[in-house]
């Protein structure tokens, strides 16, 4: 089975102000997309088409640039999308959630403070993660398309929300000022999402 593209869980302006439609349907259609095309022949050439993300994380590191950045590339955007929500649907964090954003990073404040500088401070292209390690909430960021369940990760755990601080996320809207588009990223977080992921990673 080829990797297909997932259509977007809600339409392309749902989250104006924060993203702008434009930005979306580019974003959507042609990068993600692209992605997705660029895995299918890279999996193909390296002779484990087929197999899932799972299995292909778990062996990255012998793998192709190509699939690395391509499985990574399809993967990563996927769980970015399902982790928006329009403002008017993002929920909140759940009591279990809000203790351990407490606990292990110092509170609401101190957790978006660190996320946003994981992702102003991630030099070029990549992506700012919160994710569980260890039973515990770590915030992390990734260059390029690599994520926290690749084989040869520094760091390692079950994502739990994400931040494309790639250019093509925000440039047309924000140009420059990835800063304003971290901001606005709190307006549009699923909690939802973020809770049932949270609770699943603690087990
Ligand atoms: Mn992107």
New binding site residues.
């Given amino acids: 089975m080829a990797f297909t593209l997932p259509p977007l869980p809600y339409a392309y302006d749902a989250l104006e102000p924060a993203l702008d439609k434009l930005t979306m349907e580019i974003?959507h259609d042609k990068?993600h997309q692209t992605y997705v095309d660029n895995l299918n022949k890279a999996v193909e050439a390296a002779g484990v088409a087929g197999q899932s993300f799972e299995e292909l994380f778990a062996k990255m590191s012998t793998l192709p640039t190509a699939v690395r950045n391509n499985a990574g590339g399809v993967w990563n955007?996927t769980f970015f999308w399902e982790g928006l929500a329009p403002a008017d649907q993002a929920g909140e964090p759940s009591a279990e959630l809000a203790a351990a954003i407490d606990a292990d990073l110092g509170g609401m404040d101190a957790f978006k403070e660190a996320f946003n500088a994981a992702g102003l401070g991630r030099f070029g292209s990549g992506w700012a993660w919160l994710i569980v390690q260890d039973g515990k909430l770590k915030i992390i960021s990734t260059p390029n398309q690599d994520n926290s369940l690749m084989d040869f990760a520094e760091e390692k755990g079950a994502p739990i929300m994400v931040a494309?601080v790639?250019e093509?996320?925000y440039y047309l809207k924000y140009q420059n000022r990835r800063a304003d588009f971290l901001k606005a990223y709190w307006s549009i977080v699923n909690w939802n999402k973020a809770n049932a992921l949270f609770e699943a990673a603690k087990g």
């Fill in positions: 974003h990068h955007h494309d790639w093509h996320a």
